[in-house]
């Protein structure tokens, strides 16, 4: 008899959900050679994943609080990779 396991959840934490979330909105990208997480700096991909976490937010959280995740990701993701040198940032 052919058994199957019930997959797991992709993103495992509110953080994980949080930071997909705004790079599937194009608000944070990621730095290529070292997986920083960069904030774009684009208010209408902000305001898309705000809505996006409003509308969707994980299971057992209300929109206000995936609401504030994403906006605490947010605050902690900085506009340039701490490891890239200034004349390679971008």
């Known amino acids: 008899?052919?058994?199957?396991?019930?997959?797991?959840?992709?993103?495992?934490?509110?953080?994980?959900?949080?930071?997909?979330?705004?790079?599937?909105?194009g608000a944070i990208l990621e730095c290529e050679e070292h997986g920083w997480a960069n904030d774009r700096a684009a208010p209408h991909a902000r305001e898309r994943a705000i809505d996006?976490?409003?509308?969707?937010?994980?299971?057992?959280?209300?929109?206000?609080?995936?609401?504030?995740e994403v906006r605490n990701v947010l605050d902690s993701v900085g506009d340039t990779c701490p490891e890239c040198s200034p004349e390679t940032a971008r």
Do not use: F, N
């Open 1 to 25: 008899m052919l058994m199957t396991k019930e997959r797991r959840p992709t993103v495992r934490t509110l953080r994980g959900w949080a930071i997909s979330l705004l790079q599937d909105s």
């Open 52 to 68: 996006l976490a409003r509308q969707y937010p994980p299971a057992g959280l209300s929109p206000e609080e995936a609401v504030a």
